[in-house]
């Protein structure tokens, strides 16, 4: 068997085994990845089992730097490797062995492979009727402008919609065009060893510790096999198999539960250096309400004290396609047949210019919403207040007409901002009421208190709360992002859940998130939101079913939502909204009454207040991204990528020290409960503790 690698790694066999120990060897000439209990069993030719590269899908989670999936024969089989450096090295073989067997099949099929030529006549053609299509729009623009019949310029305005669709169809034809052609001729080149090459198997030095067990080396490089393994001629079978069934790990492309691979160990053998081995190591809690009554300036006026710029206040709006022609020849540099996208790293300029921790606190840029729940008499009202404060929490995300992505957040980080609701900015007390703890303490009684922090690196999971002491309501959240790359689309799948409490009711609602898709983002990017969610309260029985719906490729809307509220036992809704997240929701009753529900565009959003720079602790988000976001304002897209990377080491540093130090990496102000994490000093919290 013409082995291209062999060596050890771990393999994910089920819930109750967890990761486990396998020698692994890729036959490149077969291609076929087998695999053994050891490697004394290897040279026997006991084989556990293998897995058939022919169309397979390799898949790299970017939030762990050491496992990857093999998906293919509708099953997926999970892998963890010793580190980066080793993954990478099987990633490589694995790329160029199923590029092979894959094109061999399709040459087999279609009687050739095309060459790039074929490609840039295809590519040109395209484009040619691209630039007719697109002269054509410009014909109908000016036949609607001239246009004085409503019938005639109806349909013009159907053609140009029609037309407007194939555009986006060629360019979607376009894209996919460019990927395959950097497959076939990549930019920075595929691992594709020799055929004929004598052989020469060389083992990588050896590392004394593995994931989930040790070997005797590492993996090792060769083009030839080792004449040791004695396997039949009909070695390589129709499928992939395992010696047991329940050895395969079904992935969703998007879900991963607390079963997943990466929150188990295999209870055997040395400890497995898990994604949160890093970060799990104990520093002493720091006294964070302390650090920030002390950094507070004394004596300033509100104006002074608080800082109500957004920085993406500056952002242009309409980016065009050729300031994005750079995006699209760094996304397809990197792409590979046989490769999930989520290798693909994005460039520091099309950074947002804010955090993540920031941009949650855009779910109260309507405070005056979510404190209006608390006020409703009945629960049925509370409910229906719930869904209207939930569904315009959405739109204000969304600065310019550019989709951009935000700074991941780093450990530890903090964000801190308040709202005042809109009786105190259109009246300002000058003996405002502040709070003495919560949250936010330089806040007033009646603002809306926002606290984020980042409390896990791997899986990157964050937490944010807020509340609003005088109407006694507080909301709970915490959000694990996984990012993937869908070809023509980004989507980020937000795992978490929510709670809104109303404490004088003691009723809680339970809600989830949408997913989000940056679309065209080979073109000119934009926001579209996803997915089912729900809304409940279990004390009251009431619930909502909301429904974000994606565009169809061919016609339809975007930002299309369907609602319903049910009041508790009932299959019947007493209310039914649909519209747009960003536009205009109506609701129709039971009754047979239809209202506006909510009109986003009407909606004035209140800017949220956060403390001058200088006032902020060093762990705080504008405070730690302030040289990030300076030299992307001034475009010094060098200087931010540097800052950027500045920041990521210090980060790495820091987690190294802690583990030779056998330290734990404890959060700031919240802490896990079961499968959520909780604010530390929730408003029910300290009011119990007032009460005794």
Same mark, same amino acid.
């Given at each position: ?39 004394? %069993? ?79 006549? =295809? ?24 246009? =004085? ?5 109806? /349909?013009?305005? &159907? ?25 076939? &001729? ?138 994005? =022609? ?72 969304? %600065? ?81 992002? /996984? ?117 986003? /565009? ?28 300076? &030299?992307?304002?001034? /475009? ?22 802690? =583990? ?33």
């Amino acid at each position: 068997m013409a082995s291209i690698m062999e060596g050890p790694l771990s393999k994910w066999t089920n819930v109750m085994k967890g990761w486990q120990y396998r020698w692994f060897v890729l036959d490149y000439n077969a291609g076929l990845l087998s695999y053994y209990t050891s490697k004394d %069993k290897m040279m026997r030719g006991s084989r556990r089992g293998c897995v058939r590269l022919r169309g397979a899908v390799i898949g790299i989670d970017d939030e762990d730097d050491s496992t990857f999936t093999i998906t293919v024969d509708q099953k997926t089989f999970h892998f963890q490797a010793r580190d980066a450096d080793e993954r990478e090295k099987w990633i490589h073989a694995l790329e160029g062995t199923i590029l092979r067997h894959t094109l061999q099949l399709r040459e087999a099929e279609a009687g050739f492979v095309p060459s790039v030529q074929d490609f840039d006549k =295809k590519l040109a053609e395209a484009d040619a009727y691209l630039q007719i299509l697109i002269d054509q729009l410009k014909l109908f623009d000016e036949k609607i402008k001239d246009c =004085k019949e409503d019938e005639s310029r109806r /349909k013009i305005e &159907n053609l140009k919609e029609t037309t407007c669709s194939m555009v986006e169809s060629i360019k979607h034809c376009i894209v996919l065009l460019q990927i395959a052609k950097s497959t076939i &001729n990549p930019v920075d080149g595929i691992y594709q060893p020799p055929l004929d090459t004598p052989v020469v198997n060389t083992t990588m030095p050896t590392q004394t510790t593995l994931p989930t067990g040790s070997g005797p080396s590492g993996p090792s490089s060769g083009v030839a096999s080792p004449a040791h393994i004695p396997l039949p001629s009909h070695s390589v079978p129709d499928f992939s198999y395992s010696s047991s069934e329940d050895e395969f790990y079904d992935a969703d492309e998007f879900y991963q539960s607390s079963t997943s691979p990466k929150h188990c160990i295999d209870p055997s053998g040395p400890p497995a250096a898990s994604p949160l081995t890093n970060e799990e190591t104990a520093l002493k809690r720091p006294d964070t309400t302390e650090s920030l009554n002390s950094s507070m300036s004394n004596g300033t006026t509100d104006a002074d004290q608080f800082d109500s710029h957004d920085d993406r206040d500056d952002d242009g709006e309409g980016e065009s396609v050729e300031e994005h =022609k750079s995006v699209i020849m760094h996304l397809l540099s990197q792409v590979r047949l046989g490769m999930d996208l989520t290798k693909v790293v994005l460039p520091t300029f099309i950074l947002e210019r804010r955090s993540l921790l920031e941009m949650y606190a855009d779910f109260f840029a309507h405070p005056d919403l979510f404190v209006t729940i608390a006020e409703q008499p009945e629960p049925r009202e509370r409910m229906v207040q719930v869904v209207k404060w939930y569904l315009s929490a959405f739109h204000a995300g969304r %600065k310019g007409s550019v989709a951009k992505k935000p700074y991941n957040p780093i450990l530890g980080e903090v964000f801190y901002c308040h709202w005042d609701l809109p009786s105190e900015t259109e009246e300002p007390s000058p003996h405002t009421e502040t709070v003495s703890e919560g949250p936010v303490p330089w806040s007033s009684t009646n603002s809306v208190c926002f606290v984020a922090e980042q409390v896990s690196h791997h899986p990157p999971i964050s937490a944010f709360y807020a509340e609003c002491l005088n109407k006694k309501i507080q909301f709970n959240a915490h959000i694990w992002t /996984k990012s993937k790359f869908l070809g023509m689309s980004i989507g980020v799948h937000n795992i978490g859940q929510g709670c809104v409490s109303c404490l004088e009711h003691d009723e809680h609602y339970i809600l989830n998130f949408p997913n989000g898709y940056g679309r065209s983002i080979l073109t000119v990017p934009w926001v579209e939101l996803g997915g089912e969610c729900n809304i409940s309260c279990s004390k009251s029985g009431y619930s909502a079913n909301i429904v974000f719906h994606t565009k169809p490729f061919y016609g339809g809307k975007k930002h299309r939502i369907t609602a319903e509220i049910f009041a508790p036992n009932d299959r019947r809704s007493f209310c039914s909204i649909e519209g747009e997240w960003n536009g205009v929701m109506y609701a129709k009753w039971a009754t047979g009454e239809n209202t506006v529900f909510i009109d986003t /565009k009407r909606m004035g959003i209140i800017k949220k207040k956060v403390r001058k720079l200088e006032d902020q602790l060093e762990y705080e988000s504008r405070r730690l991204w302030r040289d990030v976001t300076l &030299n992307l304002k001034l /475009k010094d897209i060098d200087a931010a990528t540097e800052a950027k990377h500045r920041l990521e080491e210090k980060q790495r540093a820091e987690a190294r020290e802690r =583990k030779e130090n056998e330290q734990q990496w404890e959060t700031r102000l919240f802490h896990e409960d079961g499968e959520c994490w909780v604010y530390d000093e929730p408003l029910l919290k300290r009011l119990a503790s007032q009460r005794h």
